[in-house]
């Protein structure tokens, strides 16, 4: 976890894709409608000439037709207030970089330091439209936001928050009181 933001990110993600993988290998019993991928081109919004393609860091690629996938982009967040990458990662979907074809995607917060209900309200604030709960997940940190494009379908854009600082034991909570 001492690493720079970068690095951690990508070791995060990839161990993220693993345990992706292997829950959905549980779950699916081998085979399902789509498949996970990790660090999937997204050929749709490929730049001219012999660019590459922009990659989303985790993918549910239908498998009828692997031009359409479920991209999710993934973000270290050092505190709840230091939004700006995830902010780009946001636009990224906004503007039909990420998710051209289909109206959903997701972003997911790997918080370090502070707490998931401190950067779900920061994010609200910083968000052009609302962010509100999702009923199916309710006891997970994950909220939505709907945002209207105008060259791409409409977007849900999901977002969830994973709390990978240092948890506090009831002992550590009491002796840092007593502190202060």
């Known amino acids: ?23 959905f290998a549980a779950e699916t ?34 498998y009828e037709n692997q031009r359409v996938s479920w991209p999710i982009e993934a973000k270290v967040v050092p505190t ?18 990420a998710a051209p074809l289909v109206g959903e995607g997701a972003q997911i917060a790997y918080l370090l330091n502070g707490e998931t209900n401190d950067f779900f309200y920061n994010l609200s604030t910083r968000l052009p439209s609302a962010l509100a709960a ?3 997940f309710s006891d997970r940190a994950h909220r939505v936001s709907s945002h209207a494009r105008t060259s791409h379908p409409d977007l849900e854009l999901h977002h969830m928050a994973m709390c990978c600082c240092q948890q506090k034991t009831e002992l550590e909570l009491e002796t840092a009181l007593r502190c202060e």
């Open 1 to 23: 976890m001492s690493q720079p933001l970068e690095p951690l990110e990508r070791d995060l993600t990839s161990k993220h894709f693993v345990e992706i993988q292997r829950l």
């Open 29 to 62: 019993d081998g085979y399902s409608a789509i498949i996970p991928h990790h660090e999937f081109p997204e050929n749709e919004s490929r730049p001219g000439g012999s660019g590459k393609p922009p990659a989303s860091d985790i993918s549910f690629v239908w």
């Open 80 to 97: 709840p207030d230091t939004l700006a990458e995830y902010l780009g990662d946001t636009r990224k979907f906004v503007g039909g970089i």
């Open 134 to 136: 999702f009923p199916e």
